[in-house]
């Protein structure tokens, strides 16, 4: 297993994952792939694909921003996911620790994300690997 930076041309497959991400969520193709863009654009995001024999198999997206309560910067994770056939096998914990050796070298002093209530082999995982439940995340549309 490779882990490298993403480019544009592992969309297609970073897309298949997202619809293992969110089944039961009707995703706009066009749409995700203007925010996969504007992320590969910003000089605040950070995009990891996982790969295996050529394939994605694995993808991690997190961005670096300002923080009150960490007097610093920290990472935030808002986009991981490890193919379904390919879990259990120390990818997604592969791409944590890329993640998270990156945000430390950018001087981060947390790395953090959020998981659906729904997802708790996901909550496991992450306590798993040190991760602690320490927040709500709230939100309203607008």
């Not at 390919?86 to 002093?109: F, M, P, T, V, Y």
């Amino acid at each position: 297993m490779e882990i490298r930076t993403s480019c544009i041309n592992d969309f297609e497959e970073i897309y298949n994952l997202f619809t293992q991400l969110w089944p039961n969520k009707e995703l706009h193709k066009q749409k995700l792939l203007e925010v996969f863009e504007r992320g590969l654009n910003a000089d605040t995001d950070y995009y990891l694909s996982a790969f295996e024999n050529g394939n994605v198999i694995g993808f991690s997206a997190f961005y670096i921003a300002n923080n009150f309560w960490q007097e610093g910067i920290i990472a935030y994770d808002y986009g991981m996911i490890v193919d379904e056939k390919n879990r259990g096998q120390g990818i997604g914990k592969s791409l944590i620790d890329k993640a998270c050796q990156i945000s430390k070298e950018l001087g981060c002093k947390r790395f953090e994300l959020d998981s659906g209530f729904q997802r708790e082999g996901a909550h496991k995982f992450y306590e798993s690997i040190g991760f602690e439940k320490r927040a709500y995340l709230f939100s309203k549309i607008l």
